[in-house]
């Protein structure tokens, strides 16, 4: 594939509002999972929480919109003069020829349990303000940041579980290799709600305490929440050396199990090949990992099996999900930014909460940061049945 600059990119969650923030509380060690106290939630497990999303903040134009999905969306936009940037590419493209490629697991669905809360006691009938719409339909959160920036191209959510803000890169580049657009905002939201905490609960995968992923006692998950968004251009004739690009993209669908990755990984080794090659990479290339790694047991030992054989042992490699939580649907977008900064600083982040690292997991993961100048960074995002999507951020020199 041709490679895609990465023109600007912000991420907004439990360990900070914007990039500079978030990317201090990681080399700083900090964690922002704290125990449950979302709404009346009775669970023993920690979570990533953004604060100041309980109350209506949208503009009254855009007010249809209004739930925690799309408030946090508008949060995350207003940080890096993100906002901002896209502003100046639709001035020099046209609104018309910019997508919008946004990645969500439940979008607004937390929107619709406080409507049944609401119902007619008689008729069973939901409050009458309630819009599906504007707030629990999986596209409207791309169709609220579509009009919260005045944008008119193409646009569309990708719901494939915790890998779907990892696969909006893959059409965002299909659509501007194919002339359609000329530049794609993409990234992924997904804000705190009952159905996910409840749900992942019911599956025996919350964890009672800030979730260790590659811990030899790692015993769960911790679910967060957050929103990151990044802007894709072509890349022009004049780069600067800093400049970061995506330069590779692989996608599979392994269909083991419904909840379960398969025990090899199978499907993130398919996943990661193609990554690779879309590249023109060999293993070796690739300077950091950041891994899925959800601090399940059957996840980090898949996910470790296929790093393992296609990496070996050598390999720095860590999760980031004891600091964020896991954020689900946004998670790909989450980590791409934190990839991007990893290129920037030319430091590996460490993996947070992780105590004693799995001896049966035979890979590099890192329990310290680490310095070192970057060149290529790989990103994993594997979501349930089997939808895995692994992408390849680069330094343009």
Same mark, same amino acid.
């Given at each position: 594939?041709?490679?895609? @600059?990465?023109?600007?990119? $912000? ?29 009346? &939630? ?46 100046? &590419?639709?001035? =020099? ?47 409207? &959160? ?52 009952? $159905? ?9 995968? @919350? ?27 072509? &890349? ?97 977008? @989450? ?20 105590? $004693? ?12 940061? =680490? ?27």
């Amino acid at each position: 594939m041709k490679p895609l @600059l990465i023109s600007h990119f $912000t991420a907004t969650s439990a360990i900070g509002l914007g990039c500079a923030a978030s990317w201090h509380t990681l080399c700083q060690q900090k964690s922002g999972l704290t125990p449950c106290a979302f709404a009346d &939630v009775a669970l023993d497990t920690y979570i990533g929480v953004v604060s100041g999303l309980e109350h209506p903040s949208l503009p009254a134009e855009l007010s249809e919109f209004d739930c925690r999905n799309n408030r946090l969306s508008q949060l995350a936009l207003e940080q890096d003069q993100f906002s901002q940037a896209i502003e100046r &590419v639709s001035q =020099r493209y046209g609104a018309a020829r910019i997508g919008v490629f946004i990645g969500t697991s439940t979008s607004g669905i937390l929107q619709t349990e406080l409507a049944y809360r609401q119902r007619d006691p008689l008729s069973g009938a939901l409050p009458e303000a309630f819009n599906y719409r504007g707030t629990h339909s999986t596209f409207s &959160v791309a169709q609220f940041v579509q009009s919260r920036l005045k944008l008119s191209g193409p646009a569309l959510a990708v719901s494939t579980a915790c890998s779907s803000s990892a696969k909006v890169f893959s059409s965002a580049r299909r659509m501007l290799e194919a002339g359609w657009i000329d530049a794609a905002l993409v990234g992924g939201v997904d804000s705190l709600c009952l $159905t996910t905490l409840y749900g992942f609960n019911s599956l025996e995968l @919350l964890s009672p305490q800030p979730c260790r992923p590659y811990d030899r006692a790692r015993d769960g998950i911790s679910i967060g929440e957050a929103a990151a968004f990044l802007l894709l251009e072509r &890349v022009p004739p004049s780069l600067d050396a800093n400049a970061i690009l995506l330069s590779g993209c692989g996608e599979s669908s392994d269909a083991y199990h419904m909840s379960t990755p398969h025990p090899q990984g199978r499907g993130a080794i398919q996943a990661m090949i193609q990554a690779l090659e879309s590249a023109s990479l060999a293993p070796e290339d690739i300077d950091y990992i950041n891994l899925h790694g959800t601090a399940t047991p059957s996840n980090d030992n898949a996910e470790g099996a296929a790093v393992a054989h296609l990496f070996g042992a050598n390999t720095p490699a860590s999760s980031t999900k004891g600091a964020t939580g896991h954020t689900l649907g946004a998670a790909g977008g @989450l980590e791409a930014v934190i990839s991007a900064l990893a290129l920037t600083h030319g430091i590996m982040p460490a993996g947070i909460n992780t105590q $004693t690292r799995d001896p049966a997991i035979d890979i590099h993961y890192l329990l310290e940061p =680490r310095p070192q100048a970057l060149r290529h960074v790989l990103s994993n995002s594997f979501g349930f049945g089997g939808s895995n999507c692994s992408l390849i951020f680069s330094r343009a020199n």
